[in-house]
């Protein structure tokens, strides 16, 4: 399973920062890829950002490339999504999620329908 950590609130202002995290057990992460999702109010899922099992570094939605900035601390069995420049439509739920191995595509995040394991979600919230 993955759990989302308490932060203390996503509430922040637009053009600052915020980190959101999970912790992964039941599973290796050696062996899935990490996939960040987030739903905005009215609007459908979407692809954040992703990462491993084997690539070390990010894949990113456009919205969000250059602003945020995916990470794994396999020893912790930690996931975290660091948010810079935050804008208000960024808002919304933002879900850790994890594929298998045997269904990632090279150069893509995995889709909902290969996810096996998926955090609550944690609101954010970026508004003045």
């Known amino acids: 399973q993955l759990q989302d950590v308490e932060s203390g609130g996503g509430l922040v202002q637009p053009g600052g920062s915020l980190s959101v995290s999970c912790v992964a057990s039941?599973?290796?992460?050696?062996?899935?890829?990490i996939i960040w999702f987030r739903q905005a109010p009215g609007k459908e899922r979407e692809e954040v950002a992703c990462?491993?099992?084997?690539?070390?570094?990010?894949v990113y939605a456009d919205s969000v490339k250059g602003r945020f900035t995916i990470s794994e601390d396999r020893s912790k069995r930690t996931v975290s999504l660091q948010m810079n420049g935050l804008k208000p439509e960024d808002t919304g739920v933002y879900y850790c999620a994890a594929a298998p191995d045997y269904k990632v595509v090279e150069g893509r995040c995995s889709p909902p329908d290969d996810i096996d394991f998926w955090g609550r979600g944690t609101p954010v919230t970026v508004s003045s």
């Open positions: 990462m491993g099992p084997t690539a070390d570094t990010g």
């Open positions: 039941g599973f290796t992460l050696d062996y899935y890829q």
